[in-house]
């Protein structure tokens, strides 16, 4: 068994100060889960219907039909698989979903259950490897022969026109031997691996000597290490409502592989670490090192966005995170190599499979690997918070730092060995070149993933323009606001458009959406998707979501621009609005009238084959003259109260997505991120009509971005701000309390019971993976209050009729998500 030798993955790694939080937070046994859970991908990734193009019902079948045609195509003796199960919940869960004995993914065949024990995993260490899920053996069958017994995807029997799809792990390779050569990888392009890529040259670290064309080689990622400290380098965040400034007093510790690209792994497994001494970064004035957010994010996200793009994995075809990194544009419109190669030439590098076809090819393997993370002072991390002890802290990297490496006096790694057991397994795969001509190119497919730890169906270019890949969360978060036909609607930071032009399927096209983006590329982004899904009511805008206010002053300047400028809808236009150009111009309106009947009869929560945008919509909506289809809003800024509606799905830390192996956030710059939504709430409470509705959503799991805000909201508008149930309730209760850290208040009971947090681990109980968690102790997320069973996490309608207990039996299966969380709230004055 392969993954017998490898080291086994108890979980995404955290900042030392992030993990003591949460742990904090959460409890031990409820961070494990969520953490084993964030390292693997989704095994339910799930699709979303466009119900402007497609009945969903209808569209399932052709979906099925896609997927048994591609799957012949990709059908390949070594592509083969049939999964034994450890645990007979699995199998009963494929049963209820009707895929036993059945093809239940493009690379995936039948499943029998068997009581196989996972204690073929390495070292013994039996809770990691329950953490880390149970083995699949993965063995040869036939082909499938019959498209209508080839049933890899349902509608989700919950949450209307969504399809899920199901994959599987982790398995094991029934024949691997240690003697097989291996390629080690770096993070980025292991992730992307897990996620279903193949692995391009940038990606490449080490191999064993002698490797050929066409050769079966084993695929390890290796994971960072921290490799000293850089004083002055930490970040503490300090932040009001509207403004942030970063300061420089912590101590930063560095992270590296430490294996050089090209070296050689040896056939007992190890490969030897070269370290370099790396000049300390030059000391930074006080001054200098204070930052705003926005840059402090931007600095962060295009590190990340380089290491991604340098990590040398490409052609995921189920990313998760659509919004978070642009899959959901891929799904839609995917990039083959050609198309990529086409669009950038021969000289492009490739990066992970979420920004493809951009990057320069960094071969250092140092460079590109070496990542900073800041480390806390220990009294910014451990003031108030029993659990933050220092021992607590060290834990995750000091576990790493253990495995060999030693460190000199000024806190360099230097001179041992990687072993196996310090890798991550990914699977197998055949080299496309030789040992030589993998380091030598620069681009280029090097390895054809054969078989994977995690199998997760491929969707990638599957019925363009009528399906979409798209987190459940994200689907329910635009549900839950869901505005009716003939709004206004204010999607604030919206690229790449994924929930935006689901508002559009929900309002029938019919009403205005106004969505906003801070960043130009990212506003053609929303426009393309716009068309790609033939959404009309879309006008983007790139702007300052903080800045879309009106203000006096502004007012007054618009007011003289105006004498003298085009006309509304003209400007709009220039400016590359998406949608028709009004005919006879309107005025703008002072204020939208707010939506007055309750909007959930809208989805129904049990028919999802009725969710088509006409009925979804109750026919009592009236449309408000500020969106009834006839004129265009143009960019901002625009008068307080202006929209119906408002989705405010600010950048985040997305300590939600997964499948990741290292989240590299510390504690400051997840305070900052939070004091930053505060202030785009700020805007959204203003621009929010009377009576007017918003949802805010992340895709995080920390409660300081989450809870903390909402309660934030509640309490600075006090008496014009009321939380309202984010139905359809399909996530976890809030968090109840306060921060451990600063003391400030998280939800109280009943409002804890009104929001949705989605935590991946807990909404995926055990049974479908043989994961047998500790039981859950006070931080347990208590059940809903409409609840029927008493299954940790679900929520069930009390008028659920005999279909839908039928229903429940099968939720299991459809809710292994992301990390999100969901509020809504009305203005009430
Ligand atoms: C979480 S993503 C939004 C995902 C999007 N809602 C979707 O579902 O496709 C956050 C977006 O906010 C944008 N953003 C960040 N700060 C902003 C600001 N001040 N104004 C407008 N957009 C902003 C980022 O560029 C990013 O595209």
Redesign the pocket.
Same mark, same amino acid.
């Given at each position: 068994m392969a993954n017998q030798h490898f080291g086994v993955r108890t979980g995404v790694r955290w900042d030392p100060a992030v993990e003591a939080y949460f742990t904090a937070c959460f409890g031990v046994p409820r961070l494990a889960a969520m953490s084993a859970a964030l390292a693997r991908p989704s095994l339910t990734p799930t699709l979303r219907v466009n119900t402007l193009r497609s009945n969903p019902q209808e569209l399932i079948q052709k979906l099925q039909r896609e997927l048994w045609k591609q799957q012949q195509k990709d059908h390949h003796p070594n592509h083969r698989y049939t999964g034994q199960h450890h645990g007979q919940d699995m199998a009963n869960a494929r049963r209820s979903a009707g895929l036993d004995g059945e093809v239940s993914s493009c690379n995936e065949l039948p499943i029998t259950a068997t009581n196989k024990t996972s204690n073929s995993l390495d070292g013994g260490d039996a809770a990691a490897s329950k953490m880390a899920g149970v083995m699949v053996s993965a063995k040869r069958t036939q082909p499938p022969t019959d498209p209508t017994t080839t049933t890899t995807v349902r509608l989700h029997p919950r949450v209307p026109a969504v399809a899920v799809m199901f994959g599987r792990g982790p398995c094991d390779v029934d024949d691997y031997s240690p003697g097989l050569p291996e390629v080690v990888i770096n993070r980025f392009a292991g992730e992307a691996v897990l996620k279903g890529a193949h692995v391009y040259a940038p990606g490449i670290l080490a191999a064993s000597a002698g490797i050929a064309a066409g050769d079966l080689v084993v695929v390890s990622a290796a994971l960072e290490r921290p490799v000293g400290h850089n004083d002055g380098q930490g970040a503490d965040a300090h932040a009001d409502q509207d403004h942030l400034s970063i300061h420089g007093d912590g101590v930063s510790v560095r992270l590296a592989v430490g294996i050089s690209r090209g070296a050689k792994v040896e056939p007992d497994g190890s490969v030897p670490l070269s370290w370099a001494r790396q000049p300390p970064p030059p000391k930074l004035q006080r001054s200098q090192r204070s930052s705003s957010p926005r840059q402090g994010q931007m600095r962060q996200r295009q590190q990340e966005r380089r290491r991604r793009q340098q990590g040398g994995a490409r052609g995921a075809e189920c990313d998760e995170e659509p919004? *978070?990194a642009g899959g959901?544009r891929e799904a839609v419109k995917p990039r083959t190599e050609a198309e990529c190669m086409s669009r950038h030439g021969s000289s492009s590098s490739h990066g992970s499979s979420n920004e493809r076809c951009s990057g320069d090819s960094i071969n250092d393997s140092w460079a590109v690997l070496g990542s900073d993370i800041s480390k806390p002072s220990s009294s910014s991390s451990s003031s108030s918070c029993s659990s933050c002890s220092r021992d607590s802290e060290r834990s995750s990297w000091d576990n790493i730092s253990s495995t060999g490496v030693q460190e000199d006096k000024g806190g360099n790694s230097s001179g041992s060995i990687s072993r196996r057991s310090e890798r991550a397994f990914l699977g197998l795969a055949r080299a496309v070149v030789g040992r030589r001509a993998m380091f030598r190119a620069q681009e280029g497919l090097v390895l054809q993933m054969e078989r994977r730890l995690y199998d997760v169906p491929s969707c990638n270019g599957l019925l363009r323009g009528e399906v979409m890949l798209q987190a459940l969360p994200?689907i329910i978060a635009a549900q839950v606001l869901n505005p009716r036909p003939g709004t206004s609607v204010l999607?604030?930071?919206?690229?790449?458009?994924?929930?935006?032009t689901l508002l559009a399927a929900l309002l029938g096209d019919q009403g205005r959406i106004v969505a906003?983006? *801070?960043?130009a590329a990212?506003v053609a982004e929303i426009r393309s998707l716009a068309r790609d899904l033939g959404v009309h009511c879309v006008e983007a805008y790139q702007?300052?979501?903080?800045e879309a206010v009106l203000t006096m002053t502004a007012a007054a300047a618009a007011a003289a621009a105006a004498a003298a400028e085009q006309p509304m809808e003209e400007k709009a236009a220039a400016a590359g609005a998406v949608g028709r150009i009004p005919s006879p111009p309107v005025s703008l309106p002072s204020a939208a009238p707010p939506p007055s009947s309750p909007r959930l009869s809208a989805i129904p929560s049990a028919a999802p084959s009725s969710a088509t945008p006409s009925s979804a919509a109750p026919s009592s909506a009236a449309p408000s003259p500020a969106a009834a289809g006839a004129l265009l809003l143009g960019p901002p800024p625009y008068p307080a109260g202006t929209f119906d509606y408002i989705l405010l799905?600010?950048?985040?830390t997305a300590l939600g997505l997964r499948p990741r192996l290292l989240h590299s956030w510390n504690l400051p710059q997840l305070r900052a991120m939070a004091a930053y939504q505060r202030a785009?709430m700020h805007t959204a409470v203003r621009l929010l009509a009377p009576g007017g509705e918003m949802v805010y959503c992340t895709?995080t799991i920390n409660p300081d971005e989450n809870e903390a805000n909402v309660a934030w909201a509640l309490d600075r508008f006090s008496g014009s701000l009321q939380l309202l149930p984010a139905e359809p309730l399909v996530g976890l209760t809030g968090l109840t309390g306060a921060d451990p850290e600063t003391g400030s208040r998280w939800l109280n009971e009943q409002e804890a019971a009104m929001v949705q947090r989605f935590d991946p681990g807990l909404l995926f109980p055990g049974r479908m993976m043989g994961l047998i968690l500790p039981p859950l102790p006070l931080s347990q997320p208590p059940a809903h209050p409409q609840a029927k069973e008493q299954e940790p996490g679900f929520r069930c309608d009390d008028d659920d009729d005999d279909e839908d207990d039928e229903d429940e039996e099968e939720l299991p299966w459809v809710d292994d998500v992301m990390g999100f969380f969901i509020a809504r709230l009305r203005k009430v004055s």
């Open positions: 919004a *978070r959901m994200s999607d604030m930071c919206a690229a790449p458009g994924g929930k935006t906003l983006d *801070r960043t990212k702007a300052d979501a903080k799905d600010p950048p985040c785009l895709c």
